[in-house]
Structures are given as C-alpha cells and as structure tokens.
C-alpha cells in the first residue's frame, strides 16, 4: 500500500504538476516499487528507479515518416525526448488526450547506452511495493502473440497489475528506426544517450 507521500506524487502528476521522481521512493527493503498507471481502464506498472520524470500533456514536436505511435519529440531542459503513445503501440483504441493525460518520462537501456524516451499513458495511479518471488508469469497466448515486455503480474488491492519491462517496450530495430527519422528530420540529438 502506497504512504501518504507516494499518493501525494500519484496525484500530484495526474492533475498535470511536472514532477522529478527520487530514488528516496524506491527504497524498501520489502520489495521493488513500481509506479502504477492506467490505460484503457486496465493497470499497468513500471519500476520506479526507471522513473524520471512525470508530466502533464503538452504538444509535441511531429516528426514525419515516425511510426503511428510515435507521438513526436518533447524538448526536456535541453535533451530532445522521443514520446510514444502506450495506447496506440499496445494496439488499443485511441483516446484524445485530456488534462490527466500524462508523459511518463522512462530510461531504458539498450545494450550498453542509456536513452531517455517518454510514454503517453491515461493517468497516474499509485506507487506500490511488489515483492518480485510473487510475480506471476504472464499466460502464453502462442507464438503470434508478443508479451515478452511484461515482465509478470502482480495483486494489489486485489487488482491485477501488468508490470512492463520497459527495456522491450520497443525493439532495437524501432529504437533505430526512430533515431534516424528524427536525424533526417534535423532534430538532434534524436535520443539522449550515454554509456554506461
């Protein structure tokens, strides 16, 4: 169950507020902790050491020849951050964003470079503590199906919670492929990157 501290956060960044998150929220030795957030009514998590950043919505920079969930790049104090909508890369319907529609802003990692790359989602819900040994596997729908980036499934509250691994949200043939087309259209950097 999330503190008083961690609500505040959760509702602090659905009402729009900018927010830097701090790895004081992740420390506890119960579990990991995972920053949770809906998307078309279903909760998905993300670990929250991951987790720099929570912002309002607000318009984005297009950049042609993107694929349909690439939303565009978003400026951050100097780094140029590619947004991807969750909604649209997860095949779900699409929504028009409104005033609790936030940016997750994640890093990943791909290979051995750090990028800085930020998701659409319909709203902040919670931070919560899981503990990882009782994650559940997610089911297998076959071959034709990919989930390899949920990482497992988690109860909270007696919800069900789909805890992404956000280094597969996106392949390192997409990762590329965004990359040069933010190069060609003269965005630079097309995404942040630093070695580790």
Known sequence: MATGKELDMATRAASGSELAV????????????????????E??????????????????????NTPEYMQGV????????????????????????????????????DGERRRTLGVVVDGVSDVVTVDRGELRPPPDFGDNIQTDFIE???????????????????????????????????VEPALSQTEE
């Open 152 to 186: 497992g499934i988690a109860t909270v509250d007696e919800k069900m919670v789909m805890l992404l691994d956000i280094d597969r949200l996106l392949s390192s043939e997409e990762l590329q492929d965004i990359n040069a087309s933010t190069h060609q259209a003269g």
């Open 43 to 64: 909760e998905y998590g993300v670990e929250i050491l991951r987790v720099q950043e929570i912002k309002g919505w607000m318009p984005v920079t297009r950049v042609p």
């Open 74 to 109: 978003l400026n951050l104090r100097g780094t140029i951050v590619p947004i991807i909508d969750l909604r649209m890369r997860f095949n779900l319907d699409r929504v028009e964003y409104t005033p609790v529609t936030v940016v997750i802003v994640l890093t990943i990692i």
């Open 22 to 41: 701090t790895s004081e929220l992740a420390r506890d030795d119960s579990g990991a902790q995972f920053l949770t957030f809906t998307l078309d009514g």
